[in-house]
């Protein structure tokens, strides 16, 4: 894997000697900006061509013009000198050259000069019009380099059922049940803007499969974007569209072998002159379950042993030898336990770990799987179908638990593919381009960092002056929906038993809140709201779309689901109409351009119905100790910003070790209860901590908790896994220590009772 290097990430004003280096001008305010490029191109670069052009013409007010390379301010060229879609941006003689590895690094290099102009990669789906400017410069000793540090990044569309796809209908005038080549090539075009060059096509029923849309394979092609396929969707077929029970029998390989090999031959006859693809193999049911026709674990086994190895035959044959092709494994449910009893998967294929759905990675890559030659991926969540509960209306996953899962993976040698669920592109917004940023730039952001790249986001999103004034609201709005998704506040759960609950959805009841706690989180959205309105004002009028989108729709209608669940019938009932008169603005602003992007009640769950819950805790006095208030520390102990309820967790290394000082006021038996971020086990063993008072006999407590038990659901629910034990205390000061016994722990809260 090739390591980036960067001499310089941004335009900067460099002091040498106390001279201010000298600026060159590219873009005087009266001409247009001049450029060059090779003779021949590929055709992704004369894709980020035009989207450069168009991105100048709005900056400036002027297209740029070609001409030839002694006179042109812009010189676009190839560098075999460089890493793999990598680019180099350097000033030489008043002008800025622009190397690229490939065609996809010099789309890189060309797009990095968009966003040295202003320009956001949210330009299109965010409607983040760019500031018009008189005056381009950049410093005359200008230089970075840049390369991946994961060599493909993308996202898996998914769940499309009630955003992108009836938004694409419309988007694509009327094309039913197709997410359509326009729809792609938008998407396309925001991956080429984030750096990416990887993706998963929608697929659930309803959709028509990718390969079905004439020329969607070639403009993919066209873009940089290698295509690949989800974990139940083996060489590149879409089994929920294309695989005809009525016409082939049974998706049975222990019965019907030949028509199911025939179905995938025919997938590879028709990619084997792409340039890229990307094969998944194994297999499973049609959409998502265990295969069809084995009942034992060995039959299990056997079968899909011998699907994985016949699998290469077919590549062999069909595209070429199969240790040259990108092959993904992903061992995902039952296929881990299959893997994990001695599933033999070639040493050239990547596997794929995945998170469990809600954000937190449940295996990495072993010591010995570190050395394949496949390398490792990850699949990863930032929205999310069934149980305990959806999350498919907003994305609010912290943004500290996307640093720490995928730099946990990167230090796992996890570098060669990482794909990310999205149900839409334009929701996910800043959860989807951190995750890239950091597949692009595994350092582009630290734990201590995360802070400052969020508000360096909103900045350039809306300017200096509003993105720092929004930085403390969304900061809140995150550590609010961490403790409490806004899809989660029903406290209801989904796939439950279909004989006790209408379609296995337990309804909107009681909450575990006090109506002290009910009154405070109230409060606090009340208080964001005041800001938002505040700072509204001050948007660029041509950014107000983007504003609300991006901030008033999603701090606003969050802010409604808390009063609907938690405040009485009449105030219930108004914020249940506000958030409908929010997502109708939603659909129209823009002059109807998002028309059934926002669904504000998909799968038309309890929690979106018009009803309130009834409070039923108990009031209990309490003090808490936030993780990041310790009073000493081992080393590599490393504070996660945006992440847990204290919006500071911090992540222990095995034998980590925290020391804190409490107070109290009188001596008595008190409960004390630790709050951690409910990781896994990433490496397949177990996730155990100590906690012991005034240098006591440590109590140790394990985080380990099956898939899908009880516990787990209600951890990924309130975002914090809790322990707690019974101490008797003295009046004065103590002293707590929490120790990590094995990797993968990461400390939140103490409560104390």
């Known amino acids: 894997?090739?390591?980036?290097?960067?001499?310089?990430?941004?335009?900067?004003?460099?002091?040498?000697?106390?001279?201010q280096a000298a600026e060159v001008v590219w873009y005087d305010g009266h001409r247009p900006i001049t450029y060059s490029v090779p003779k021949k191109v590929e055709s992704v670069v004369k894709v980020a061509l035009e989207l450069w052009k168009n991105d100048m013409q709005q900056v400036t007010g002027l297209e740029p013009i070609i001409v030839n390379g002694s006179r042109a301010k812009i010189i676009l060229r190839q560098s075999k000198k460089l890493p793999a879609d990598g680019f180099r941006i350097s000033v030489k003689g008043g002008q800025i050259i622009i190397e690229g590895s490939n065609g996809r690094g010099m789309a890189?290099?060309?797009?990095?000069?968009?966003?040295?102009?202003?320009?956001?990669?949210?330009?299109?789906?965010?409607?983040?019009?760019?500031?018009?400017?008189?005056?381009?410069?950049?410093?005359?000793?200008?230089?970075?380099?840049?390369?991946?540090?994961?060599?493909?990044?993308?996202?898996?569309?998914n769940d499309e059922d009630w955003s992108l796809r009836p938004w694409s209908n419309y988007f694509e005038k009327g094309q039913k049940g197709q997410i359509g080549p326009k729809t792609y090539r938008k998407i396309f075009e925001l991956l080429l803007r984030l750096r990416a060059n990887a993706i998963w096509p929608a697929m659930h029923t309803g959709t028509t499969a990718f390969f079905k849309i004439p020329g969607a394979k070639a403009m993919a092609d066209s873009c940089g974007i290698v295509i690949g396929t989800s974990h139940c969707e083996p060489l590149l077929r879409n089994n929920v569209d294309e695989w005809d029970v009525k016409v082939r029998g049974a998706f049975n390989y222990k019965t019907n072998r030949e028509q199911v090999q025939q179905y995938w031959i025919e997938r590879l006859q028709e990619v084997k002159k792409s340039k890229d693809n990307m094969f998944t193999i194994?297999?499973?049911?049609?959409?998502?379950?265990?295969?069809?026709?084995?009942?034992?674990?060995?039959?299990?086994?056997?079968?899909?042993?011998?699907?994985i190895d016949e699998q290469q035959e077919?590549?062999?044959?069909?595209?070429?030898?199969?240790?040259?092709?990108?092959q993904v494994f992903v061992p995902y449910k039952e296929v881990l336990e299959l893997y994990e009893k001695g599933l033999e998967v070639p040493d050239y294929v990547t596997l794929m770990w995945c998170d469990d759905n809600y954000g937190y990675m449940t295996r990495l890559s072993n010591a010995e799987e570190q050395q394949r030659m496949g390398g490792g991926g990850v699949y990863y969540h930032l929205s999310y179908w069934g149980r305990p509960h959806d999350y498919l209306w907003l994305t609010t996953t912290q943004p500290g638990l996307i640093y720490n899962e995928m730099r946990e993976a990167y230090d796992h040698n996890v570098r060669k593919l990482w794909i990310v669920n999205v149900h839409d592109p334009k929701v996910a917004g800043y959860d989807l381009e951190l995750f890239l940023d950091m597949a692009w730039n595994i350092d582009c952001v630290s734990g201590e960092t995360l802070n400052n790249h969020y508000q360096s986001w909103l900045c350039r999103q809306f300017g200096d002056q509003v993105g720092e004034r929004l930085f403390p609201v969304m900061h809140e709005y995150y550590r609010l929906c961490g403790e409490r998704r806004p899809e989660f506040m029903g406290y209801t759960q989904v796939e439950l038993d279909k004989k006790k609950y209408n379609r296995g959805l337990s309804p909107v009841s009681e909450v575990?809140?006090?109506?002290?706690?009910?009154?405070?989180?109230?409060e606090a959205f009340e208080r964001l709201k005041a800001t938002v309105i505040a700072v509204r004002?001050?948007?660029?009028?041509?950014?107000?779309?983007?504003?609300f989108a991006a901030i008033e729709y999603p701090v606003f209608a969050t802010a409604a689901m808390n009063r609907k669940i938690l405040s009485d019938s009449v105030e219930s009932h108004r914020a249940y109409e506000e958030i409908q008169s929010l997502t109708k603005r939603y659909n129209e602003m823009n002059g109807g351009k998002w028309r059934y992007l926002m669904d504000a009640a998909p799968r038309q769950l309890p929690v979106f119905e018009d009803v309130r819950a009834s409070l039923m805790k108990q009031g209990e006095a309490s003090s808490c100790i936030n993780a990041c208030d310790y009073v000493e520390a081992s080393e590599r102990v490393k504070t996660i910003q945006m992440l847990g309820h204290s919006m500071n967790a911090v992540a222990l290394p095995k034998d980590g070790r925290l020391t804190y000082r409490l107070e109290v006021e009188k001596a008595g038996d008190y409960t004390l209860q630790t709050a951690l971020i409910p990781t896994q086990p990433n490496d397949n063993g177990d996730l155990?901590?100590?906690?012991?008072?005034?240098?006591?006999?440590?109590?140790?407590?394990?985080?380990?908790?099956?898939?899908?038990?009880?516990?787990?659901?209600?951890?990924?629910?309130?975002?914090?896994?809790?322990?707690?034990?019974?101490?008797?205390?003295?009046?004065?000061?103590?002293?707590?220590?929490?120790?990590?016994?094995?990797?993968?722990?990461?400390?939140?809260?103490?409560?104390?009772r």
């Not at 297999?283 to 079968?303: A, N």
């Not at 077919?314 to 990108?326: C, D, F, N």
């Open 1 to 19: 894997m090739v390591k980036r290097r960067i001499l310089c990430s941004m335009v900067l004003a460099l002091c040498v000697l106390g001279v």
């Open 282 to 307: 194994g297999m499973r049911g049609i959409h998502d379950g265990s295969m069809e026709g084995y009942k034992t674990t060995q039959e299990k086994l056997d079968g899909l042993q011998q699907v």
């Open 314 to 326: 077919l590549l062999r044959k069909y595209i070429g030898a199969p240790e040259q092709q990108m």
């Open 512 to 522: 575990p809140l006090t109506p002290q706690e009910a009154t405070v989180r109230l």
């Open 537 to 547: 004002p001050h948007v660029r009028p041509e950014l107000a779309d983007a504003f």
């Open 688 to 752: 155990r901590y100590s906690v012991s008072v005034d240098g006591g006999k440590p109590t140790v407590f394990s985080l380990k908790e099956p898939f899908r038990s009880e516990e787990w659901k209600q951890n990924v629910l309130r975002g914090q896994a809790l322990r707690e034990q019974r101490v008797h205390l003295s009046a004065g000061q103590h002293i707590l220590t929490i120790r990590a016994l094995d990797a993968h722990i990461v400390f939140d809260q103490f409560l104390i």
């Open 108 to 157: 890189y290099g060309l797009l990095e000069l968009s966003r040295m102009a202003g320009v956001s990669p949210w330009i299109w789906w965010g409607d983040v019009v760019p500031e018009k400017k008189t005056r381009l410069t950049i410093n005359e000793d200008y230089v970075t380099e840049q390369s991946p540090s994961v060599e493909y990044r993308g996202i898996f569309i």
